[in-house]
């Protein structure tokens, strides 16, 4: 598969490549981040990677779990959001969809889960202090319908936040997100609240790789890149860092200019 970029530019300090199809995007995005990943492994003896859950980075996940090369058994795990109060066994919860995508298929050094069932604030604690004891090198994400990152929606986002991790309540958007992706069936059933890092705790991770494809997220792209760097657009934070890149699609960059 041809993973060249159809077109690639720059906004402020964030790198676009646009590919003509999601299954493309998700190659690239897998390939790039590899070559990222086998860098750090010959510099350092462990790697700290914090992943997104979601059907966008379905691509990306299973591209990334057959890159030769990587020494799994020397790097941990993260994700960025688990919702409240979702029963163990359910497939949406961000940690089993991730198990079944990647973190089931090579053989990690360690996996650290976020529990959305226990009492939050001792959660949130916990799990702060296991991103300072294994400081982020990478985070793989990708950009919600409303511009949030991680489940930092608008309402809750901020750049300057004090914490690493937070208990968010959910807007309507979010949730209809997940109704759209066909994670769940009805509004009723998605969570209203969810357990989330924070934009710090993502920003500071000196490399970035955002992945995301299709239609329903040319609105998010195009306020992303052209809307003033605020937390009313959340995503526009990533103009802001020195080693992001982010992996769009055709439909999901069908409102950009040219």
Avoid at 137 to 164: K, Q, R, S, T, Y
Wanted: charged share 20%.
């Amino acid at each position: 598969m041809n993973t060249t970029p159809a077109l690639e530019f720059t906004v402020d300090t964030l790198a676009v490549k646009l590919f003509d199809t999601r299954q493309i995007l998700g190659q690239a995005a897998a390939h790039e981040a590899a070559e990222a990943i086998r860098g750090l492994l010959q510099k350092q003896q462990t790697v700290n990677i914090i992943f997104a859950a979601a059907p966008s980075q379905n691509e990306f996940l299973a591209g990334l779990a057959s890159q030769p090369g990587i020494d799994w058994e020397r790097i941990n795990a993260f994700h960025m959001d688990e919702y409240v109060n979702l029963a163990e066994d359910a497939p949406q919860r961000f940690g089993n969809f991730l198990s079944d995508r990647l973190f089931s298929k090579v053989p990690l050094k360690a996996v650290y889960y976020l529990n959305g069932n226990t009492d939050p604030d001792a959660e949130c604690n916990r799990y702060a202090e296991l991103l300072q004891e294994y400081p982020t090198d990478i985070v793989c994400m990708g950009i919600g319908e409303n511009c949030h990152i991680a489940f930092n929606d608008p309402h809750v986002a901020h750049f300057d936040d004090p914490v690493l991790v937070k208990k968010v309540g959910l807007d309507l958007t979010s949730r209809w997100q997940q109704v759209h992706d066909g994670c769940f069936a009805t509004l009723s059933d998605v969570p209203e609240y969810a357990l989330t890092l924070t934009i710090p705790a993502l920003i500071k991770a000196p490399a970035i790789f955002c992945m995301v494809p299709a239609a329903h997220k040319a609105e998010a792209i195009h306020h992303t890149l052209t809307d003033e760097i605020s937390e009313q657009y959340p995503s526009t934070i990533l103009r802001q860092h020195g080693n992001a890149t982010l992996f769009i699609d055709r439909e999901s960059g069908a409102r950009l200019a040219g």
